[in-house]
């Protein structure tokens, strides 16, 4: 019996698996957005200083890169909430 199940579950798992392997690598590529992004400010910090950028200028980039940081942390606080009310539900069904 538990062959059989192994069968006909095997095509599932290997999708879960897959989904798994997706999510994390997007969680990556959020992770290392943000840093980047951390980065390219600190850029327009020192091109600032040195004067190789007016203060308008500097405005308009701060801004714009502190608006997609900014999205980042918005979509990494829901997926935490997402997973926090999942835990509460699959609680609630034990």
Do not use: C
């Not at 059989?4 to 879960?16: C, N, Q, T």
């Not at 392997?21 to 969680?27: D, G, M, N, R, S």
């Not at 020192?46 to 942390?73: P, V």
């Amino acid at each position: 019996m538990f062959l059989v199940d192994d069968i006909l579950l095997g095509p599932a798992r290997g999708l879960l698996w897959i989904f798994k392997e997706i999510h994390h690598a997007v969680e990556e590529e959020q992770a290392n957005e943000a840093e980047a992004i951390t980065t390219k400010l600190s850029e327009l910090y020192m091109m600032l200083e040195t004067g190789q950028m007016t203060e308008a200028e500097f405005d308009a980039a701060e801004k714009t890169l502190l608006d997609r940081l900014d999205a980042i942390k918005k979509r990494e606080g829901s997926e935490e909430e997402d997973d926090e009310d999942e835990m509460a539900v699959i609680r609630k069904r034990k």
